[in-house]
């Protein structure tokens, strides 16, 4: 008896299980084309190429990322290129002042940013954030 090959109308129970997972893979495909398209849409004029074409702001937040336990600040891939993108925003005269938000490590970047030639008085550090917006609102009560 269960052995037998169950039909539900014309179709067996096989096919129509196959059927069903067509038809979910098909709505995750329209889900996903959806979704990239309304992130391009909503991007539009938000996302800069360009050093030049970036517009004037009077705060940059630096969030770092954590470092490997062995390795320095110089080894880490992810705060270079913060790094560098802020040593090129204050080089293109775009930015006022940068909050670097790191926890412990926000002094060692606070350093390379000084190494960099951003001077020690725009640069104020966190040293106790637990996320991103607990950074900025004390950086703005203060």
């Known amino acids: 008896m269960l052995r037998k090959i169950t039909k539900i109308g014309l179709i067996t129970l096989n096919a129509f299980f196959a059927l069903i997972g067509i038809f979910t893979f098909a709505i995750l495909i329209w889900f996903t084309v959806e979704c990239d398209n309304h992130v391009?849409?909503?991007s539009e004029g938000r996302i800069y190429s360009s050093v030049d074409s970036i517009p004037y702001q009077n705060l940059a937040v630096i969030i770092s990322s954590t470092p490997q336990p062995q390795k320095n600040i110089e080894d880490n891939p992810f705060l270079m290129a913060r790094l560098n993108?802020?040593?090129a925003l204050y080089n293109a005269d775009k930015i006022g002042c940068f909050l670097v938000a790191g926890g412990p490590i926000s002094n060692s970047m606070k350093d390379s940013l000084v190494a960099r030639g951003i001077?020690?008085?725009?640069?104020?550090?966190d040293t106790a954030a637990t996320d991103i917006f607990n950074s900025v609102a004390r950086a703005i009560i203060k």
């Open 40 to 42: 391009s849409d909503n």
């Open 85 to 87: 993108a802020a040593e």
């Open 119 to 125: 001077p020690d008085y725009l640069i104020r550090t």
